[in-house]
């Protein structure tokens, strides 16, 4: 799998936008980048995937620049509960996920 | 919202003894995954399962693991001698599909093992 960079901590002021990024910069055609988030040593939780195209749901949007180097997570409107550890991780499959260190997002009040 | 459940969320237990950690997957998947975290290190894939059979393993994951579905709900983790460095929070997770998957899945609250 290919590896991701991602920020050690970052924090986020209640209600604004979270704009997680991550890089890969080898990642390859067939690969996938995933998100998920883990609270608080809570199992992690999907949120969101995409190969090529920019995603959205419920939760979250997925960016992906066209040469699908980097991409950017964005919480829309974020919320104290939304405060946890993001993993961003590039993998063909989500067989066999590897997981890195990730980002921990702080949202303030 | 239907959700994966562990059991036990805690087990303390002697180095040198078999512990069982059991898990029961979302009721219309198929296919089975455990992961563990120790304490302040990195998510971790143990094993997929799929079939009544192990798909994919890890380095991490060796004879002393085994995994096992014995009736149409339960998946369990056997771990035959535990070691100190056994101790972590093991997480399961289960999903639709298993090959070419590129989807989701879904992982329960943990059980945390501490050999002691």
């Known amino acids: 799998d290919a590896k991701t960079t991602q920020p050690t901590s970052m924090d986020c002021a209640e209600g604004r936008a979270a704009n997680l990024p991550c890089n890969h910069s080898?990642?390859?055609?067939?690969?996938?980048v995933y998100w998920y988030r883990q609270i608080h040593s809570q199992g992690p939780q999907y949120i969101i995937h995409?190969?090529?195209n920019n995603e959205t749901n419920e939760m979250a949007s997925l960016i992906i620049t066209e040469d699908r180097k980097s991409s950017t997570l964005i919480l829309p409107h974020a919320t104290l509960r939304d405060t946890a550890v993001y993993y961003c991780?590039?993998?063909?499959?989500?067989?066999?996920?590897?997981f890195g260190s990730g980002t921990q997002l702080t949202v303030l009040p | 919202e239907p959700e994966v459940t562990q059991t036990p969320s805690h087990q303390v237990t002697q180095m040198g003894q078999e512990v069982i950690l059991r898990c029961v997957p979302i009721?219309?998947?198929?296919?089975f995954y455990w992961y563990r975290q120790i304490l302040g290190q990195k998510v971790e894939f143990l094993v997929s399962?799929?079939?009544?059979?192990?798909?994919?393993k890890s380095e991490i994951f060796d004879d002393q693991f085994s995994v096992e579905r014995p009736d149409g709900s339960n998946f369990t983790l056997k771990i035959r001698s535990t070691k100190l460095e056994d101790s972590a929070m093991y997480f399961c997770?289960?999903?639709?599909?298993?090959?070419?998957?590129?989807?989701?899945?879904?992982f329960g609250e943990g059980s945390r093992l501490t050999v002691l």
């Open positions: 399962f799929y079939n009544n059979e192990i798909s994919e």
């Open positions: 009721s219309n998947h198929l296919y």
């Open positions: 995409g190969l090529k």
């Open positions: 991780i590039v993998a063909g499959s989500a067989r066999q996920l590897t």
């Open positions: 997770a289960s999903s639709e599909r298993l090959a070419g998957f590129t989807g989701e899945l879904f």
């Open positions: 080898t990642i390859s055609g067939n690969e996938y």
